[in-house]
């Protein structure tokens, strides 16, 4: 688990083009973030638990509600379904609403749709700190990425 501190150290370590967004408020869904940044551009994590093993779910907030069934299907798991606030905590670190887009180390699965801006936002591992960071040093980050498409 990273503190905030090692995460900038990670980032520009790695040259990562991002910004860490500190807020009094803490953002555990997207519309706490209202006011702080743009929505469009939001990507909560979601950590779901497939046949697998436990992943990184990145999804652009302009999809509203995530047909898990349809997904499962596209994407050909067995199993896909939201991972147990335990299991996650266990073995991430970090709480459920506090999944950072980056340091998790955990397979992902990233919405396509995300790709379409220079920056998204998203969690940091604190929840009162926003990343703003480009899709493209996500999917470097994180190397096991997969990006999808429904």
């Known amino acids: 688990m990273l503190s905030i501190n090692d995460l900038v150290r990670y980032l520009e370590e790695s040259n990562a ?3 860490i967004i500190p807020h009094q408020k803490p953002i555990v869904t997207t ?3 209202e006011g702080l940044f743009d929505l469009n551009k939001a990507a909560p994590v979601f950590v779901v638990k497939t046949e697998s093993g436990l992943m990184a779910f990145m999804v652009s907030s302009q ?3 995530i047909d898990f069934k349809l997904i499962k299907e596209l994407l050909g798991f067995a199993k896909f379904k939201m991972a147990d606030k335990n299991e ?3 073995r ?3 709480e459920v609403g506090a999944i950072p887009l980056v340091g998790h180390q955990l397979p992902c699965l990233l919405d396509r749709k995300l790709l379409e801006f220079d920056f998204i936002y998203g ?3 604190d929840i009162c700190h926003t990343l703003k960071i480009s899709p ?3 999917i ?3 190397p096991e990425t997969r990006i999808i498409e429904w």
């Open 17 to 19: 083009a991002f910004e």
């Open 31 to 33: 519309a706490d973030a």
């Open 63 to 65: 999809r509203g509600r």
């Open 88 to 90: 996650i905590k266990e």
């Open 92 to 94: 991430t670190g970090y």
């Open 123 to 125: 969690g940091t591992g």
């Open 136 to 138: 493209q040093d996500i």
């Open 140 to 142: 470097r980050l994180n």
